[in-house]
């Protein structure tokens, strides 16, 4: 799991099928120090999350298990939205 910035959406009315129904977000993965992003990706949402937040992304099999398809055409799938991050612990 890892933690992302929402940055963008993706519409798509052509697509495979087990994408129909499914909002598509555009993310910003946060580097592990949390200060810098890295890589960006498209990730299925599956929490109703916005432009701006901060999310929880898991990816592989995790992604497809997310959306009940184990056959979907997922990568990525955003299953969390960050309320707070606390990095006093580390």
């Given at each position: 799991m890892q933690i992302a910035k929402v940055v963008g959406t993706v519409v798509s009315t052509k697509k495979n099928d087990t994408l129909?129904?499914?909002k598509l977000l555009i993310v910003r993965f946060?580097?592990?120090n949390l200060k810098s992003y890295g890589d960006t990706r498209i990730a299925v949402d599956t929490v109703g999350a916005g432009v701006g937040e901060l999310?929880?992304?898991v990816s592989g099999a995790a992604s497809r298990n997310a959306v009940c398809n184990t056959s979907a055409s997922i990568d990525a799938a955003i299953v969390g939205i960050v309320d707070s991050l606390d990095m006093n612990g580390s």
């Open positions: 129909v129904g499914h946060l580097e592990k999310v929880l992304c």
